[in-house]
Each structure stands twice: as structure tokens, then as C-alpha cells.
């Protein structure tokens, strides 16, 4: 079990610019949660899927971020225009059915800075 | 909605003492709670939960925390902390009823256990 995989680990790009950070969830798990985690907020839910369809955006800050999970094995977070005050540590986390009681696994994050 | 207080930012202990990290939540209902932690350019990892049953809980580690339902609390404890426990520790809770899977966290609280 190679565990959640997230890429890029890191990422620096100019403000203004289009930011894609991508997501392997562990095989099986039928749920995926994007987390933002930042000095002053914490970490914040962002979005969560079941079974690849979307069920809570409601933690998405703007329209500038989407995500999409286009199967079972993948999932991406995109943030379009990139701002300075998005710079955070993107995770991503996955359970299975019946796995919320269990919690979940994250992965190693993404540190997005934007300069 | 639910929420989540961690009161101490930081937390410090000598080695070999007893260490206790606070947690209290709010939620609609029966919660299930849990404790994470986070080291250094890691994801969270989880610890132990708490789904119903006996209010102490064991986990990885060494680590246990007692539900009180009176209180709302979630104390994360250790009989006898190690340098190697020095990280960040969050805790959630979700509501037990169906139909809302996403943890809540708290803010975290950096443990520092001095040699």
C-alpha cells in the first residue's frame, strides 16, 4: 500500500499564473477530502468526493479554485489565477466505506507558494 | 455546526513526565473524535478515535485520551513523554449521524518534550 500520493511536493510559481496539484488516493477508498492548512486558518476542508462525484464545496475560498475527480485513482485541485495568499500546504486525505469511524490517511502535502 | 478548540498553542515537557494536550469540541449529537499528528514535512497520521464505548482510548504510540461527554473533551495524554513525541497534534470530530463525513480540526497544539 503505497498510501496517499500527492505531486508536487513542492511548488513555487508567480502570482497570476495557473497552479495544478494532483492526488492518488489509496486503492479501495471511495472517499477523497482536499485540506488547506496555513498558520492563521488552521487546516481547512476545502472539498470533499464520494464515489469521484462532489458532495461539499462549500469550503472552496473562490472561484479561482475547481476540482475534479475524474475516476477512482485521481483527483486535482486547481487554482486559477494564483494569488500570494494562497501559498499553503495542500492536502489531500482518502477513506473507504465505513471509513469516516476509522479516519482518514493523508498524504505528504503540497507546499504552494506563490511569489 | 461543529468546532473544535485546542487552548494551548504549545506544549512543553520534560522527558520521561506525564503530558497532557486538551482538546474540547461542540457537535450536534454523539461525536466521534480523533487525534492526529503531524511531524515535520509530513502528512497527519492518525493516533486514536474515539467512536462509542469506554471513555478511555488506547492508541499508537502510547498514546490514550478520555472522552468526557460532561466536559465535551478529548484529552490526548501519555504517561511518560519521549523527545521523539515533540510534533504538532490535532484533534476532530465529526458528528456520528450519517450523511456528514468531514472531520473538523482544531488549530493543533505543538507538543515540545525537552531531553
Known amino acids: 500500500d503505497a498510501g496517499v500520493i500527492q505531486s508536487p511536493r513542492h511548488e513555487v510559481t508567480e502570482m497570476g499564473q495557473e497552479v495544478t496539484l494532483r492526488c492518488k488516493p489509496i486503492s479501495g477508498h471511495d472517499y477523497l477530502f482536499w485540506y488547506r492548512q496555513t498558520m492563521m486558518r488552521g487546516l481547512e476542508l476545502l472539498i470533499y468526493f464520494n464515489n469521484n462525484v462532489p458532495i461539499d464545496d462549500s469550503g472552496m475560498p473562490e472561484d479561482r479554485f475547481s476540482a475534479k475527480m475524474p475516476n477512482a485513482s485521481f483527483s486535482t485541485l486547481k487554482i486559477q489565477p494564483s494569488e500570494p495568499r494562497d501559498s499553503a500546504v495542500y492536502f489531500c486525505?482518502?477513506?473507504?466505506?465505513?471509513?469516516?469511524?476509522?479516519?482518514?490517511?493523508f498524504g505528504s502535502g503540497t507546499r504552494l507558494t506563490v511569489v | 455546526a461543529q468546532s473544535v478548540a485546542q487552548p494551548e498553542d504549545q506544549v512543553n515537557v520534560a522527558e520521561g513526565n506525564p503530558l497532557t494536550v486538551k482538546c474540547t469540541y461542540s457537535?450536534?449529537?454523539?461525536?466521534?473524535l480523533f487525534w492526529y499528528v503531524q511531524y515535520p514535512n509530513r502528512g497527519l497520521q492518525f493516533l486514536l478515535k474515539y467512536i462509542t464505548g469506554d471513555n478511555l482510548v488506547k492508541g499508537s504510540y502510547g498514546f490514550e485520551a478520555e472522552f468526557n461527554k460532561s466536559q465535551t473533551s478529548f484529552h490526548l495524554k501519555k504517561p511518560s513523554a519521549l523527545v521523539s513525541d515533540s510534533a504538532l497534534y490535532f484533534c476532530?470530530?465529526?458528528?456520528?449521524?450519517?450523511?456528514?463525513?468531514?472531520?473538523?480540526f482544531g488549530k493543533g497544539t505543538k507538543l515540545s518534550v525537552i531531553p
Open positions: 457537535v450536534s449529537g454523539n461525536p466521534y
Open positions: 476532530a470530530v465529526r458528528p456520528s449521524g450519517a450523511g456528514s463525513y468531514q472531520l473538523t
Open positions: 486525505a482518502s477513506s473507504r466505506r465505513g471509513g469516516p469511524k476509522l479516519g482518514y490517511t
